[in-house]
C-alpha cells in the first residue's frame, strides 16, 4: 500500500481533511444504506437542531499500521456500543452497532494511504459522529439525523515523550450529577471549553473535576479518566456514574489484571486520599496515558514521588503494554485488535 507523502514524524494534532468519509442519512423513521463521499461540506438549514439545541454525539477511536504491516483499530465495537447508548440518552435514533463498525472499516479502507506507517507515531484519528439535522424551534428532539464518519491523521499528542503534567482542581464542574456526564455529548465539551481555557491562562494543562454534588470524589478531566497507583502497585480507578467509561481506562485495567499482575480496584476515590498515592495519570484514546506530576487544589500542591521528569515506573508498564497490543508486537486479548482487510 503506497502511502501519502507526508512527514509522519512532525504531524501535530489538527484536523486535515483526507478522502473519504462515510455518510448515512436518518429520515421517515430509517436510516438509508450510507456510503462513502468526498465532500468534506455539509448544508444544513438554520434552524437545525444541532444548531440551536445541541443535539451532536460523537466517537473517537484509532487505526494504526501494526508492526507485521497490517492495518487495524483497536475494540471499535466498544466505541459502538458506547455511541449507541450515548444516542438513546439524547433521543436520538442508534445507528446500529454492526453498520458503525462497517462504516469505520470503509472509511479505514478508503483512506488506506493516510494511515500512518509503523514507528512513526502518528495513527489515524478517526471520528463518528452524529446530529439532528431538520429545523427545530419548539424544543424537541429532530427527526432527520445525519451520521457521519471522517478521519485524519495525528501526531503524537505529546511531542518528544509524555512528560508529567501538572492540573488544577477545578471549581466548575463537569457534569450534574444524574446529568450527561456518562455519554460522549458535544454539549459536555462546550461547557468545559471556559474551564479549560481559564487553566491555560493559570498555567495548568487540565482541570482535574470532583464530584459534582459533594465535592469531595475524583471524577475525571474534561476529556480523559484518571488512574491512580498506590505505594503498594495497584491500580485504583475513581467509579461514577458521572463519569464517561473509558475504552482506554477499560483495557487498562484489563491490562493490570492480566499481563502485569497487578490488583485494580474501581471505585469511588476520596480526593482526601489522593496524596497517598504514588503515581497519577490521565487516560483516553487520543494520549493514551498522560502522567500527572503534581495537583495544584487551590495552591496547595500535592506532588506525586513519580515526579515531573518521566512516568511512574507502574504507568510506564502500563503505557508500554498497552501500546505493545495496540501495534501489534504483544498479543492482544482475543477481539481487541480488529484488522481493516
Ligand atoms: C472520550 C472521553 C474519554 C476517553 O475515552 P476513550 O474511550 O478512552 O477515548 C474520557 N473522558 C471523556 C469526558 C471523554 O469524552
Known sequence: MSKKNIDWGNLDFNYRKTDYRYVANYKDGKWDEGGLTTNDMISMNECACVLQYAQTCFEGLKAYTTQDGRTVTFRPDLNAERMYDTALRLEMPPFEKDR????????????????PPYGSG????????????????????????MFRVFCTPVGPYFKGGAKPIVVKISDFDRAAPHGTGHIKAGLNYAMSLHPIMEAHRQGFAENMYLDPGTRSKVEETGGANILF?????????????????????RSLCEVAEKYLGLEVEQREVYFDEVPDFAECGLCGTAA??????????????????????????????????????????????????????
Request: hydrophobic share 40%; net charge negative; proline share 8%.
Open 100 to 115: 458503525f463498525i462497517d462504516a469505520i472499516e470503509k472509511v479505514v479502507k478508503a483512506n488506506e494511504e493516510w494511515v
Open 122 to 145: 502518528a495513527t489515524l484519528y478517526i471520528r463518528p459522529f452524529m446530529f439532528g439535522i431538520n429545523p427545530v424551534i419548539g424544543v424537541k428532539p429532530a427527526e432527520d439525523y
Open 229 to 249: 497507583v498506590t505505594k503498594d502497585g495497584k491500580l485504583v480507578t475513581p467509579k461514577s456514574d458521572s463519569i464517561l467509561p473509558s475504552i482506554t481506562r
Open 288 to 341: 493514551v496515558i498522560s502522567p500527572v506530576g503534581k495537583i495544584n487544589d487551590h495552591g496547595r500542591e500535592i506532588c506525586f514521588p513519580s515526579g515531573m521528569d518521566e512516568m511512574g515506573p507502574v504507568t510506564r508498564q502500563l503505557y508500554d503494554t498497552l501500546t505493545g497490543i495496540q501495534m501489534g508486537r504483544i498479543d492482544a486479548p482475543e477481539g481487541w485488535i480488529h484488522e481493516i482487510k
